[in-house]
């Protein structure tokens, strides 16, 4: 039973590995890989079209369906190691990975957020004037989040670009910050639970 545990464990890492290339490649290959990229499309968009269906996976320019998938394949790997490493699973530590698994993909993100910002505001602050293709891209992914920030907490203030990212930013940080803290605090007490 062990060596099957140990082989689907393997089997998960894997296929996880092969979501994050195939993820990679639609950022850069555009499609030039031929037969590689169609195979790997073939063997995992099946699994990423099922969150691929739900609208709220899209936010922006952006398609989360991919850390969809690969939260929910992290939360039955760190399941399978649980049982592989202490021959049992309770509900506290089941609740406890999905927990680690969920912060961790809103804490990708809000680092994400954080450094883009970041050098959005640099190119801001130190190139104000120049066009170029990654600054507008940088504004495509930025734009909304400061936006929706901005009306959440000042909607009625005008608020320069620059002030926007950086209070953005700032809340990101400190949002990172207390969510480690609670995420920590949180799992410590669900461990705790005997059943």
Same mark, same amino acid.
């Given at each position: ?6 082989? !689907?464990?393997?089997? *998960?890492?894997?296929?996880? +590995? ?5 993820? %990679? $490649? #639609? ?65 506290? !530590?089941?609740?406890? *990975?999905?927990?680690?698994? +969920? ?5 990708? %993100? $809000? #680092? ?84």
């Amino acid at each position: 039973m062990l060596t099957v545990l140990r082989i !689907i464990s393997s089997l *998960i890492s894997g296929y996880m +590995l092969l979501i994050f290339i195939r993820v %990679l $490649l #639609t950022w850069f290959s555009r499609g030039t890989l031929g037969k590689a990229e169609e195979i790997l499309g073939r063997v995992t968009d099946p699994y990423l079209n099922y969150f691929r269906r739900f609208s709220f996976m899209r936010i922006g320019m952006i398609d989360m369906s991919p850390v969809a998938g690969i939260i929910v394949l992290v939360v039955v790997l760190n399941m399978l190691n649980t049982i592989l490493a202490y021959g049992k699973i309770t509900v506290g !530590i089941t609740l406890s *990975i999905i927990l680690a698994a +969920l912060w961790s993909a809103v804490s990708f %993100l $809000l #680092t994400l957020y954080i450094v883009l910002i970041a050098i959005r505001l640099f190119m801001e602050l130190f190139q104000p004037d120049t066009y170029s293709p990654f600054k507008t891209t940088l504004d495509a992914l930025v734009n909304p989040v400061t936006t929706y920030v901005k009306n959440t907490i000042a909607k009625k203030n005008f608020l320069s670009y620059k002030v926007q990212m950086a209070m953005t930013g700032g809340i990101f940080v400190a949002l990172s910050i207390a969510g480690n803290m609670l995420v920590k605090g949180l799992s410590g007490v669900l461990l705790r639970i005997p059943f």
